[in-house]
């Protein structure tokens, strides 16, 4: 909807300033509660499909066959492979457990964006977004930890555990604040 405007400053006809009012947030406490409660519901149904051909599909189609594409089309003398769960090379490959996948980040944005009052669209829409560059990032994750392995292993532990996990983290929470902020101000 278009809104009439007079010297380009937009003004409301009558009857639609309670229309377009700012939700108000959810009290403090429900929103900790959905957001606990929905990452606790993804996290257990995610440890109840280990083993199976969910878990095969999100590590070996979504995680491992993307990140040995890449590093094919980056550094094909690597000659890497996807093996299951893993991504073999001569020279030095990586294993993707659970947990490698990057499923958390994206349960906690999940959480996150059920926990706020946003409409309906910008909802999706940031979710989706939101998951896209996750998953970006976890490949980058994926490829910076291979490389590192494979030429710099006295670094690849401080990476693995510490460094990488609290970019991700920092860079999808920038993401929701950017998302959350935006929406404030439309």
């Known amino acids: 909807m278009s809104l009439p405007a007079h010297n380009d400053l937009p003004y409301l006809p009558d009857g639609l300033c309670d229309t377009l009012q700012p939700q108000t947030p959810y009290p403090l406490w429900l929103t900790l509660a959905i957001f606990l409660g929905v990452f606790a519901v993804l996290q257990g149904s995610w440890y109840?499909?280990?083993?199976?051909?969910?878990?095969?599909?999100?590590?070996?189609?979504?995680?491992?066959?993307?990140a040995a594409a890449i590093i094919q089309l980056i550094t094909p003398e690597a000659k890497a492979q996807p093996v299951a769960a893993s991504i073999k090379a001569p020279g030095g490959g990586l294993n993707i457990l659970n947990g490698c996948e990057g499923?958390?980040?994206m349960f906690l944005l999940v959480a996150a964006f059920s926990a706020v009052r946003l409409g309906w669209q910008q909802r999706l829409t940031g979710l989706a977004l939101g998951l896209v560059l996750v998953f970006?990032?976890?490949?980058?994750?994926?490829?910076?930890?291979f490389?590192?392995?494979r030429n710099e292993r006295s670094l690849f532990d401080l990476l693995h555990t510490t460094v990488l996990p609290a970019v991700l983290i920092a860079t999808v929470a920038l993401y929701f604040y950017a998302v959350l902020h935006r929406s404030r101000l439309a």
């Not at 590590?59 to 993307?66: C, D």
């Open 136 to 145: 970006a990032l976890n490949q980058a994750r994926i490829l910076a930890l």
């Open 103 to 105: 499923t958390e980040i």
């Open 48 to 66: 109840e499909a280990r083993g199976t051909w969910i878990e095969r599909l999100v590590i070996h189609e979504a995680t491992v066959k993307p």
């Open 147 to 149: 490389y590192t392995f």
